[in-house]
């Protein structure tokens, strides 16, 4: 299974960009990306997926190398409402639909004004 | 994205008993799957639910202890049996795979609100 890690809070302010990396060193062929959003007392939101290279939505870009072992979820120009939890998951198997779901520990984002 | 529901959204229970969750997807998904977040933690995978057949379990979980059922496309209970104090957690189900037309199309995994467990 793959183990993640991803860094345990941030900070930033209003209207700035935020990156927010997770490693995967031995992530598996066929698993996916993904990454969530959690707000207290709620269950995770997707926010984005990808398997390699670059996936952009209309919330959040996801950028991961070539060698896959580490992701990048980038949120443009973040506002308080976006002070939440976000955790990586790797796993899900391309083209099939197997488990090995494995969450990251998750970021805590605090957004200041 | 598929809607899931839960219930009860949240319980507190007594030591030695056993309680039901239910999950609920507003259309047929290929596979479901049960977590658990204790407080302040990430999400552990306990299990993936399979329709027709016995669910299959993470390393550290048993089939005694959370006995899950798969009866359909759309729904899928978890029982946490014998409870313990050490099973206070949030109990989430999730459902990936589903499309329009027959088709599997989306291979997202979406989440249910949580059902929270108290056992005193």
């Known amino acids: 299974l793959a183990k993640t890690t991803q860094p345990i809070s941030m900070d930033s302010y209003e209207g700035q960009e935020v990156n927010i990396t997770c490693s995967h060193n031995?992530?598996?062929?066929?698993?996916?990306i993904t990454w969530y959003q959690q707000f207290p007392s709620q269950g995770p939101r997707f926010i984005i997926q990808?398997?390699?290279t670059k996936v952009t939505n209309e919330v959040a870009s996801l950028f991961i190398p070539a060698d896959r072992k580490s992701s990048t979820l980038s949120l443009p120009r973040v506002s308080l409402s976006d002070t939440a939890v976000y955790y990586c998951?790797?796993?899900?198997?391309?083209?099939?639909?197997?488990?090995?779901?494995?969450f990251g520990p998750g970021t805590r984002l605090s957004v200041l004004p | 994205s598929a809607v899931i529901s839960q219930k009860p959204s949240r319980d507190i229970c007594q030591r030695g008993t056993s309680l039901t969750i239910q999950c609920q997807v507003d259309?047929?998904?290929?596979?479901m799957f049960w977590y658990r977040q204790q407080p302040g933690q990430s999400l552990t995978l306990i299990a993936t639910?399979?329709?027709?057949?016995?669910?299959?379990?993470e390393s550290g979980f048993v089939i005694d202890k959370f006995p899950i059922s798969r009866p359909n496309l759309t729904f899928s209970t978890l029982t946490v049996s014998n409870m313990s104090p050490e099973d206070s957690s949030i109990y989430l189900c999730?459902?990936?795979?589903?499309?329009?037309?027959?088709?599997?199309?989306?291979?997202?995994?979406?989440f249910g609100p949580g059902t929270r467990l108290t056992v005193l």
């Open positions: 259309s047929q998904v290929t596979m």
């Open positions: 990808g398997y390699k």
């Open positions: 998951l790797v796993g899900g198997g391309r083209g099939n639909y197997g488990q090995n779901f494995v």
């Open positions: 999730s459902a990936r795979g589903w499309g329009t037309s027959g088709a599997i199309v989306r291979n997202e995994q979406f």
């Open positions: 639910a399979n329709q027709g057949s016995e669910a299959t379990y």
């Open positions: 031995n992530i598996a062929t066929n698993d996916y």
